[in-house]
């Protein structure tokens, strides 16, 4: 107590920086403990990848680096395998197309049933997560009769989309409900009409603008999961890029190739996604 | 309020309020009848106020008005025009919400110009008349910022602006004063009264306060059950209540046993005039306003028929209430604070009921206590 009191400091005051102090403590704790699972995670995440690179670029003795294996992917040539650039193509073509109608179907749909028919809001939500219960091989069972007569039409990897749309269905709806969730529909739709808009001005111009971040939630979660999907284009027969890069490395007796093309599927998908997530929401804040 | 205000349009053009008559006008939410063949006519540039507890069925009345919602049956009309089966997109009536109804993606003057717009207003109009009504709420200067950086008051007058920014025929206030802390509230609600009176445009106030409807309106509507129990001027509805539940609904009331006879009501020896004259003779409970009891101390020369001890001295400010205990009942005055100084709990005092005349209720199970009227 003398010495508090020698240092011009009441018990008082004392008792009162103590909690600061160990504030402080705690604070310094916390922030260790996020630098070391931020760095065990990006370890977790980042060496594979690193790994599967340098791999990728191992030169024909050990040691050395070549871009032999790359090469090899680009101008790989087999027979009924197209070539790299086509399945690139039609994998971006179809991710655009799965967005497009994914959120053409459901923006609208929900803020409808949001706004008019409430009761419908429980079939809708387990209509659209039903996909997710389904195994793919059951889905590619079901579908298949459906497939094979459009095969017989010789129609692109494109038609692709229908079983995508359906896939992606609960990721997309989820990321929408979850926005819709968010603003006060019933208000906003309420003071629009007032003002005279029409059922579409209020859907098209007052809620979808509030809803631009969930709009991109469903689109980048839409568009990740037709970048990443392999099983389905596999089973039906048809080419994408997952499934192109399985041909590649699957006929090559180069293991550097393997390695190259899961590193390339990965790192399209990032990239692209990254991409979009960046465009977006930068236009967001616009 | 029969004569029609004019008002001056956009274009200068002069523009007559309306008349806006409900007939007849019924709602039903399953078994609940919200609305009871209501009738309730609003003049040309007048303001009514409804009030009523929860589920009293005004908040549907002005969504049945703002074609929200549709009636079971009856017939709204505007101006002389039936528009009982006319969308809201197309009834040209301005509605400020009770929750903050901006639009969050769009600047305060977009909000105020959204419905010009679609009224296809040139883009320049628009954007002078936006700033007009900006002007008149004193936003003018936060014309570019967002919803969510303005507070809950600024945008409850952005409300309002985008609402007279379509100069609508009727403009409809849903409980818009509601969410506001009790000052912003006060100045917001003069601020309303001020604009409804320069517009001169025929407004139903939806509200559960009773302050802010006597404060407002030129007539208040007092809502029960799906019907309308009063409707008349605020003073009227607060000193001439048409039923008990208006009586005790608006300002407080005490319940005090007593005796009808030829018109008349006896109360603890004070005989006050009724002013349903015609109620039969017999035991009633008489709702006596606290600010018709005044209060003296024993040894003064106004000294009143009642005695009693003060139970408690609330402060209101300009006023302070009074809980006196008479011995088997305990009853409530009103005072100027500067009367009430010396008063203090166990004070003795007399008491003296002002013959105002006064309402009854049949029964006298519940008399004798002040009752605190509910919002």
């Given amino acids: ?286 | 309020m029969t004569s029609s205000p004019v008002t001056r349009t956009q274009d200068g053009a002069a523009r007559t309020a309306v008349e806006v008559r409900m007939e007849g006008l019924s709602r039903h939410y399953g078994p609940v009848v919200a609305l009871d063949r209501l009738d309730l006519t609003l003049h040309p540039g007048e303001l009514i106020a409804l009030l009523g507890p929860s589920g009293c069925g005004k908040t549907t009345t002005l969504r049945l008005l703002a074609g929200l919602e549709d009636a079971d049956s009856g017939y709204i009309s505007v101006g002389g025009k039936d528009i009982t089966r006319v969308s809201a997109a197309k009834r040209d009536m301005g509605m400020v919400f009770q929750a903050y109804s901006l639009f969050p993606h769009m600047t305060v003057r977009q909000n105020v110009a959204f419905g010009l717009r679609l009224r296809r207003v040139d883009a320049a109009k628009r954007d002078r008349r936006a700033l007009e009504m900006l002007d008149l709420v004193g936003l003018s200067t936060q014309a570019d910022r967002y919803p969510h950086q303005i507070s809950g008051g600024q945008q409850q007058r952005v409300a309002l602006a985008r609402a007279l920014a379509i100069e609508p025929q009727v403009l409809l206030l849903d409980e818009p004063l509601s969410a506001l802390d009790a000052k912003v509230r006060a100045q917001l609600r003069d601020e309303i009264r001020r604009i409804q009176l320069e517009v001169g445009i025929t407004t139903l106030f939806v509200t559960h306060d009773q302050e802010e409807a006597l404060a407002i309106a030129d007539r208040v509507g007092v809502m029960r059950e799906g019907h309308l129990e009063q409707l008349a001027p605020p003073i009227e509805v607060y000193s001439r209540p048409a039923t008990s539940f208006v009586a005790e609904f608006v300002g407080l009331s005490n319940r005090l046993s007593g005796t009808v006879r030829g018109g008349d009501v006896t109360v603890r020896g004070c005989t006050l005039p009724l002013v349903e004259r015609d109620t039969p003779d017999g035991e009633v409970v008489a709702l006596v306003r606290p600010e018709a009891v005044s209060l003296a101390s024993l040894t003064s020369p106004q000294s009143g028929p009642l005695v009693g001890t003060v139970i408690a001295v609330t402060f209101l400010g300009a006023t302070s209430r009074v809980t006196v205990d008479l011995g088997d009942a305990s009853i409530m005055a009103q005072l100027q604070t500067s009367d009430a100084t010396e008063l203090s709990a166990g004070s003795r005092v007399t008491l003296t009921i002002r013959p105002d005349p006064v309402l009854v209720s049949g029964s006298s199970a519940a008399a004798d206590s002040p009752a605190e009227a509910e919002a």
């Fill in chain 1, 1 to 286: 107590m003398a010495a508090i009191a020698a240092l011009g400091e009441t018990p008082a005051a004392a008792s009162a920086s103590h909690p600061s102090g160990m504030q402080a403590r705690r604070r310094r704790r916390l922030n260790l403990f996020r630098y070391v699972v931020f760095t065990v995670f990006g370890l977790f995440f980042l060496l594979p990848l690193l790994a599967m690179a340098r791999f990728s670029l191992e030169g024909a003795k050990l040691g050395t680096w070549s871009l032999t294996a790359w090469r090899e992917i680009t101008s790989f040539q087999s027979d009924g395998v197209p070539p790299l650039a086509s399945s690139i193509e039609i994998t971006l073509e179809l991710a655009v197309i799965t967005c497009v109608i994914v959120l053409a179907l459901l923006v609208p749909t929900m803020i409808w049933i949001r706004l008019r028919v409430q009761w419908l809001a429980r079939t809708m939500e387990v209509l659209c997560l039903l996909p997710l219960t389904i195994p793919a091989i059951v889905l590619v069972v079901g579908l298949g009769p459906i497939y094979n007569r459009i095969q017989h039409y010789s129609v692109s990897s494109l038609m692709l989309f229908w079983i995508y749309v359906i896939l992606a269905l609960p990721y997309a709806y989820r990321a929408l409900a979850a926005g819709l969730s968010a603003i006060d529909v019933t208000t906003l739709s309420e003071a629009a009409r007032s003002l005279g808009a029409s059922w579409f001005t209020v859907i098209v111009r007052v809620i979808a603008p509030n809803m631009r971040e969930a709009i991109l939630n469903a689109l980048l979660l839409t568009w990740a999961l037709v970048l990443g999907e392999f099983t389905i284009a596999y089973l039906l027969l048809y080419n994408n890029l997952q499934e192109e890069l399985f041909s590649i490395s699957r006929n090559t007796p180069n293991a550097g190739v393997i390695f190259s093309t899961s590193f390339a599927a990965l790192m399209f998908a990032f990239v692209l996604l990254l991409i979009l997530s960046f465009v977006g929401r930068r236009r967001g804040r616009g």
